[in-house]
């Protein structure tokens, strides 16, 4: 107990002083939402449409934190490794600081459905319903931190990395096309499977199978002993790297670049994590709509690989830590022209595979799918070293990373920032192409084979240039978080704010969020409805209107989503900005 209660005072005095920031704010306000979505099914909707909302939820903790760098690791099982604590002690105790934060809040929050629930049914009901919500808020918590524990083993070996990123990128692909299964649930209701999951154990104890607590409270209590022998494998056993299949040649400064970044493309397993999530993502993204009869959405796998691959890569520099030091002390090192190549081998030929079967498999339309291959790859490939030297976030050197390989910075809300632009940027380069695509057929190809030609070799060279002109500050960053001190005609060099205190404003974060909608959802998906011919298809707009209203809803959605993205770089911009120009007091 007494461990339990320093690890809750440790939660509290670290959430004290972090509970700020334009990511923290975002997601405080969506859970809001959610939870109170939530409630408002509680009291209007079926019971089983309250458990399917839970299983959501549970997914949410399950999968979240795998897309975020682990999740909350405030209080690391690293730092506790020399006291000699038990590791059932460390796992209760790392459990009940857990539950201090805005995330089990919020799902606290949207669990008082099940008093609702039970007040529905009987009094009797609802004091059940108190004890599990303890029951099921544990579950949600518990069932989080194994499944960040089992994918830090799983990214041991060259097999796990695969193995789990076939299945994330699968589930995640799913959820995000949660349209389909709304559809399939509208045909045939909300299936039973969803009284079957833990989730929804604590809704049948309310509505009358009390023994179902039973079965949760050992549900947790088994949770918390696989956490504990987790915790003592994550301390213990090294972390282990693939090797590649076979020697990589290199010759001259560019093919030495490209040789090592080869090497790490095949060596690092969280690399291979992300590019296997990535196209695990991309066809699952396109094959869902598969399940209501539609294969319109199938071509595209291809393209949307390309677009995750680039987003889940969009820190490149500051994934490698302080290494830069090596190009920096190397004259005429091609770093940037090298990379480029490298992560097109790493990613083009999987891209170009996966678009061929697909559009093979639905028959088309290939001059579309061509073009927005090219003009994207091209895209990636230019904006990915540009990204990430302009709006680095310092990331942990590789063989710092910790018994969560997820973690690569301890910055996760400038990299998700990072990889949300990432993903605009990249859509918005294949758009010329497209559109060439979409009224002059194969036309499309050739301007996508140049949009992209000229992206890749163009941003290059701006990241080149970048690269050598700011190459000393941008080592500093990652070294120390802070920028290479400023010297003053006034007096001494000062130090400016740390890389964290310039993140976007609330409002930033907010539009990023809010211009995702129009861009993808109402926009290009709704723009391949249109292309298809498909009417009255769920949420898109688009798919209601009149035929003369079809094309201009979607090219204002684009715009408005373009937009979005726009106001909230030109604030996060700004706020850079005045970061920079702020000094601290004190003299370095």
């Known amino acids: 107990m007494a461990v339990a209660l320093t690890m809750a005072r440790m939660k509290v005095s670290l959430l004290r002083h972090s509970l700020k920031g334009p990511m923290t704010s975002t997601g405080v306000l ?83 459905g099940l008093v609702i629930s039970g007040v529905r049914q009987s009094p009797a009901g609802a004091l059940i319903a ?83 607590l039973v079965a949760l409270a050992v549900l947790d209590l088994v949770l918390l002993g696989a956490w504990a022998a987790l915790l003592s494998r994550r301390a213990g056993a090294p972390r282990t790297s693939g090797r590649p299949r076979r020697a990589v040649t290199a010759h001259g400064a560019l093919g030495g670049v490209f040789a090592k970044e080869l090497r790490t493309w095949t060596r690092d397993l969280v690399r291979n994590y992300q590019v296997i999530f990535s196209l695990s993502f ?91 291959l090219a003009a994207m790859l091209g895209g990636a490939a230019g904006l990915i070293p540009l990204v990430s030297v302009y ?15 997820l973690r690569v910075s301890d910055d996760n809300g400038g990299l998700t920032g990072l990889a949300y632009l990432m993903l605009a940027l990249v859509v918005a380069s294949g758009v010329p192409a497209g559109l060439v695509a979409l009224s002059y057929g194969w036309a499309g190809v050739p301007v996508g084979l140049a949009t992209g030609f000229l992206s890749a070799w163009g941003l290059g060279l701006l990241a080149e240039r970048r690269l050598r002109e700011r190459g000393v500050e941008l080592l500093q960053a990652m070294r120390t978080g802070r920028r290479v001190p400023v010297l003053t005609p006034a007096g001494p060099p000062q130090r400016v704010r740390t890389l964290p205190k310039t993140a976007p404003p609330p409002l930033a974060a907010l539009l ?29 707009l688009a798919t209601y209107l009149a035929p003369g209203l079809r094309w201009p809803a979607v090219g204002g959605m684009v715009v408005l989503g373009l937009i979005l993205f726009g106001v909230a770089a030109h604030q996060t911009a700004s706020a850079r900005r005045r970061g920079r120009a702020l000094p601290h007091s004190r003299s370095a």
């Open 130 to 212: 108190v004890v599990a919500i303890v029951l099921q808020l544990a579950l949600f918590v518990l069932v989080s931190r194994v499944a960040v524990a089992l994918l830090g083993l799983a990214l041991r070996s060259r097999l796990g990395a695969v193995g789990a990123g076939l299945l994330n990128g699968a589930i995640l692909g799913a959820l995000c096309q949660i349209w389909v299964f709304l559809a399939l649930f509208d045909q045939s209701g909300v299936p039973q499977l969803v009284w079957q999951l833990p989730s929804g154990w604590g809704l049948l104890a309310v509505n009358g199978e009390p023994g179902r």
């Open 512 to 540: 990023f969020l809010l211009g995702a909608i129009p861009l993808f959802p109402q926009g290009i998906v709704a723009g391949i409805f249109v292309a298809n011919g498909v009417e009255g298809q769920s949420w898109f």
């Open 30 to 112: 969506l859970g809001v939402l959610l939870a109170g979505w939530t409630l408002y099914l509680a009291l209007t909707a079926d019971p089983a449409v309250l458990a399917g909302a839970y299983a959501v939820w549970m997914l949410g903790w399950m999968l979240g934190p795998l897309f975020m760098g682990g999740g909350d690791e405030s209080l690391r099982p690293e730092h506790f490794s020399l006291l000699g604590i038990k590791s059932h002690r460390l796992a209760s105790g790392l459990l009940v600081a857990a539950f201090i934060g805005m995330a089990p809040l919020i799902s606290l929050v949207a669990s008082l």
């Open 282 to 372: 991309g066809v699952c993204f396109g094959a869902s709509p598969l399940l209501l009869g539609w294969d319109g959405m199938l071509p595209y796998a291809g393209p949307i690989f390309v677009v995750m691959a680039a987003s889940l890569t969009s820190n490149l520099y500051g994934s490698d830590g302080t290494a830069l030091w090596l190009t920096l002390l190397t004259p005429r090192a091609s770093d940037v022209r090298g990379r480029q190549l490298a992560w097109l081998a790493a990613v083009g030929p999987a891209a170009a595979a996966v678009t061929v079967v697909t559009a093979a498999v639905a028959g088309g339309p290939w001059p579309l799918v061509l073009a927005l």
């Open 391 to 405: 709006g680095l976030v310092p990331g942990t050197d590789p063989h710092r990373r910790g018994g969560n390989p």
